[in-house]
Structures are given as C-alpha cells and as structure tokens.
C-alpha cells in the first residue's frame, strides 16, 4: 500500500482540485509561496460541466492562471504529475467523483472534504482504494499538511496561524487526528513544545475513515524525519487500538504521545452522540477512559488529562533532544504575503482610486437620483424626457422652453424614412433574422457628416464664422476654396420652393421663446447666399437644431462661454440626433420583424462590376 511507502507528499506534490473554491485554492497557493516552492501545489481545476478555460489566482506578488477541465479523466490525463485529489464535492456527489479519480492512474491519495457521506458509498471506495494501493483521507475531513512542502484546502487556517505555528518549514513531529478543528489547535500547541511538525492528518470524524490512526502512524514509523508520534483520538470506534497493537507487537517503535478526548462522557447517565459520527461510545472499550489505558500499557506516553498534554510532549521532546535523536529545526525567514486588495481595504491600511467617476447619478440611496433630483421629484413633478436629457447631459435644470425644445429635436429627428441608410441597415439587419439590439446598432454605426451626423459640424463652423463676424457669403466661399461642404446646408428633396416644415416650425418657436437667436439668424443669412448658387442648398434640419442649440447655450444663462464651447466640441448635439434616430431606428426593425420577410433584393443594390 502507498501508507507503507511513508510520504504521501512532498515539496513537488500537485493536486487536482474538485470543485472550485476561490479561498482554499488561494490558501494553498500562498502557502507554497512561505514555504519557498516553486511550482504551484494545485496543478488544475476540475468543475463539472465546465467547457475549459481558467481561474486567476496569485502566487505570492505574481498572478497566474489555472486551468479548468469539465471532468476528472480529462485534468488527470492533461496533469499526470498530480497525484493527489482533493475533493470538495457536496456529500451527494462526493462517491462518484472519489471513485472516479480512485480509477485513474496518476491519483495516489484523495481527500474527501465533505460531511455526511453515506456510510455504505464510504466502505466501497475503502475497499476499492486497499484494494489498488491508494490512500483515502476523510470523509469529513479538513484534510493534512506536510510542513515546508504541501497542503490540503483549508488546513491549518489562515496565513498568519500556519506561520505562527512553524508549518512553513519542517519539524520532527509526526501528528493524527480524527478532528480537524483540534488539528488546527495542535499545530499551534506543537510549535510551542516542540520544533513543530513534520506531517499532521486529520483522518475525519466519521464512523468509517477511509484511512486509520494506526494506518498514519505506521507510515510516521517509516519516515526518517519523523522523530516522535503525536495522537489526538476521541472515544467511540476502536481505531485507537490498532495504534495499541502496532505498539504491542514492535511496528511503531518511535517515542509515541497520545490522548483519547471524551472522558467527560462518564459523567452522563446515558449515551453522548458527541461532534462526530464516530465519537459515541456504545460499549466500555470504545469509552476514553479505556483506550487512554490500552495505549498506556502498550508503552504511549498518556498524560492525565487534556491539560497535561502539551507538557508531556515537551518533555518528551526535549528528552529526545538530549539524546541527540533530535535536532531541533531552524528557524527560516518568511517571504511577506502581499494582501488582497480588499482585505487592506477593509482593515483601512489602503487608499484605492477609483477607476470610474459619476457626476451626473447615484443609486446607492433608497432611489435613484439625475443630479441629485429624485425618482420620486421627477415622476411627481412637471418633468419631461427634455429636463432628464439636461439633468444627466448638461447637470442642471434647464429653462421650460428649452427641455422644450431638445423634445421638440428628438420628435422630429425620430425618422427621416425607410431609405436613408440608418433605416435601411436596421430594415435588412432584421430581416436577417438578427435581434433588436443589432438592428439598432447597425443603423446607429452609420450616423456621421453625411446622416444625422452634421449637427456638431454645423455648430462649429456657424459659432466659429459668426464669433468672429464673418460675412456669410465670405463664410461660404472660404469653405469652398478648403473643398469643405457647409455643414447644415443641402437637401435632396427640399428646396428653395419647398422648405422644410420641421425646420419652420423650429424657427418659429425659437423666434417667440428663445432669448435671442442670433445664430439662427447668421445660418439664415448663410441660407440665403447658397439658395443664389442653387435652390436646394436650404438650411436643413441639422442646420436648424446646430444654430438653435447655439442660441440656447448663449442666451439661456445657464452656460458660460467655455462651457458652451466644450459641449459643442465633446458632441452633445449629435447625441441628441442619436436619441432620436434610436425610437425610429427601433421602430423600422420591429415593423419588418412583425412583417415576417425575408431578405429581398432593392433597387438600389444592384452592382456595376467594373472589368
């Protein structure tokens, strides 16, 4: 059996781990880290039903990645070197996974973390395991350590408790138990009395472990660098005189210290069902009383009480230091763990940037706010979509007639028909089948100069012209001589004899509620120098809204001069275009998706191939 070859890990030992548990994981790793290793002890991940990939984890100060594979047979054949398993299954599962990595090859021990696995499902994978010369170490257990080489999981607990109790380099200790809570308190009661430990296993606290006390103890009697035997038992079972025996018969020669916890149990009338499942004592010989006395008649050093037991340990210790058996461990230095980001932050020992800053919303309160302006104010107050538009574009409430206005914008930009190329890519992008969120996005990548795109430009070039008081036509020539179109100017359709009404009706309600509208008027008179070169180069819709948003910036009072110019260069005005375009551009996929066509060919996508 592998129990008789002594180590079941070393400094190079990798394991399989089942399941995926962030902290355990991470708790190995940074235990390999103190303890100088090289490698990572966790070689992979095996999460059932996964498709591949990897899990970011960190190895002291540098991040690495570990793969994962959706089954055991897959991670053993890819990591041959592995041979342990570590198993944090939940019980209903943990069989058939344990059982599984039992039949592959490379897998030597496996540690069963889970409580309350069926008593029958245990006794086949022991059979099983004896059978083909592997170790199993639990059920419910936290599992075992090796000092300065490897770790189960969550053995030994946190950093600083492994560090205080020596566990990053060796000692001379070799120690079991059923309990994995008192192994963690054992560790620490070893470093005091002795130069701490070698190896520590908590078998489990079932009434079937999958390995034995005596079972670890024999292999401790075969390591050379195990000088003396520690032994935590508790009443119930009679795994405890297998030790007894092995002591009798000259197996287990090494100085041996032990203890059997539960003698309070006397002092119930009845039977106690202490923590374990295994810890009830039935009959007299499976009572801490009696297996306290069998392991003292067979030569184990058996204090009086739990109280007693560290002194006896230190005083075996040091007996085997003056007859030159031990000698004591030196002490190594630690190399510092760097902490997790959010454990210094939540001890107050950092001071974190933040990577995103919001100026215009919070949601951390009992409802939303727009620049401070509740949920409740904007539903129950006089608020539109234009006063939300200017509390979380422009981050203060607008004037009536100018939330007005950005709602007047956004109703008559919402379409411009099926055929200008916004709608026609969102008409075929849905006839391809393709969902809404493509639909819009295919129309909405094609907003620039020449559609929906020329409101910025617009306003650029009219701010610029009519700041420094150009005269239109000189305005219109200098461009040209550039090969620059003017931005907000032209139409297809409209025309000198056939104005746009939208552009009207615009006009008209800066004229009775806007302050002033002086760059209206300098885009109208721009209007009537290109109508002189040709009818249809009127003021169009973009034109229109760019002018207007210049005379809402100037007069409304509620921008400075540089505040004005930054929201004109950044591109506010085409965002209000893209608001809009968005409801139209929705509007055309649904139709063609409640229509139900398939992709036809237009008129207009026939192709001159060029020889």
Not at 45 to 72: C, R
Not at 266 to 287: D, T
Not at 537 to 565: M, P, Q, R
Request: charged share 20%; net charge neutral.
């Amino acid at each position: 059996m592998v129990l008789d070859q002594g180590h079941l890990f070393s400094r190079s030992t990798q394991a399989i781990f089942f399941n995926y548990k962030e902290k355990p994981v991470q708790r190995m790793l940074d235990f390999d880290y103190v303890c100088g290793r090289q490698t990572p002890s966790v070689a992979c991940i095996v999460q059932p039903g996964s498709t591949g990939g990897f899990h970011k984890l960190f190895f002291g100060q540098h991040e690495i990645a570990i793969n994962i594979y959706g089954s055991i047979e897959e991670a053993a054949r890819k990591h041959p070197r592995a041979d342990v398993f570590i198993n944090y299954a939940s019980f209903r599962s943990a069989t058939e996974s344990s059982m599984e990595a039992l039949k592959q090859p490379s897998i030597r021990t496996v540690a069963i973390i889970a409580e309350g696995v069926p008593e029958r499902d245990t006794k086949q994978l022991i059979a099983f395991a004896r059978s083909h010369n592997k170790v199993i170490i639990g059920p419910a257990t936290v599992g075992g350590v090796q000092a300065g080489a490897f770790k189960i999981g969550d053995t030994a607990g946190t950093l600083d408790n492994i560090i205080a109790c020596k566990l990053h380099r060796p000692g001379s200790v070799g120690f079991v138990s059923k309990s994995g809570g008192m192994s963690n308190e054992m560790y620490n009661v070893l470093s005091r009395a002795t130069d701490g430990l070698f190896e520590g296993i908590a078998i489990g606290g079932d009434t079937f472990p999958g390995s034995t006390l005596s079972d670890h103890c024999l292999r401790f009697q075969s390591i050379p660098q195990v000088k003396m035997i520690v032994i935590l038992g508790e009443l119930g079972g009679r795994d405890e005189y297998g030790v007894v025996e092995a002591l009798k018969c000259g197996a287990i020669t090494k100085p041996v210290v032990s203890w059997v916890s539960g003698t309070c149990a006397k002092l119930f009338k009845s039977e106690v069902q202490f923590g374990h499942a295994g810890a009830r004592s039935g009959a007299e010989a499976e009572s801490a009383q009696a297996k306290n006395a069998a392991l003292k008649d067979a030569g184990a050093v058996v204090p009086e009480s739990f109280e007693g037991l560290e002194e006896v340990i230190r005083s075996t210790y040091q007996m085997l230091v003056v007859q030159g058996v031990i000698v004591p461990a030196e002490e190594v230095p630690v190399p510092p763990i760097p902490m997790d980001l959010a454990s210094a932050v939540a001890q107050g020992m950092v001071r974190v940037p933040t990577h995103l800053v919001s100026t215009i919303c919070d949601d951390r309160g009992e409802e939303p706010t727009y620049n401070g302006v509740s949920m409740s104010e904007l539903i129950e107050g006089d608020y539109g979509i234009g006063d939300v538009i200017s509390l979380l574009w422009f981050k203060r409430k607008l004037p009536k007639y100018a939330t007005k206005f950005m709602e007047m914008c956004i109703m008559m930009c919402a379409d411009h028909g099926p055929c200008v190329s916004g709608a026609h890519n969102s008409i075929v992008t849905a006839r391809a089948g393709k969902d809404i969120v493509s639909c819009l996005v295919s129309g909405l990548l094609t907003i620039g100069p020449r559609f929906g795109g020329a409101i910025d430009d617009a306003a650029r070039l009219f701010k610029a012209a009519c700041d420094k008081g150009q005269e239109p036509a000189a305005f219109v020539e200098e461009l040209k001589k550039k090969g620059v179109r003017v931005s907000g100017i032209g139409h297809r359709i409209k025309s000198k004899d056939n104005r746009d009404k939208r552009v009207e009706l615009m006009q008209n309600y800066a004229k009775e509620n806007f302050p002033s509208t002086r760059y209206l008027s300098y885009a109208v008179a721009v209007e009537e120098y290109t109508l002189q070169k040709s009818s249809n180069l009127v003021l169009n819709v973009d034109g229109c809204i760019g002018a207007l948003f210049l005379d809402l910036l100037s007069s409304s009072g509620c921008f400075t001069e540089k505040e004005a110019t930054q929201i004109v260069e950044i591109g506010y005005l085409n965002a209000l275009f893209v608001v809009a375009r968005s409801i139209g551009l929705v509007g055309h996929a649904l139709d063609q998706k409640r229509l139900a066509q398939p992709l036809y060919r237009h008129p207009w996508e026939d192709v001159l191939y060029m020889e």
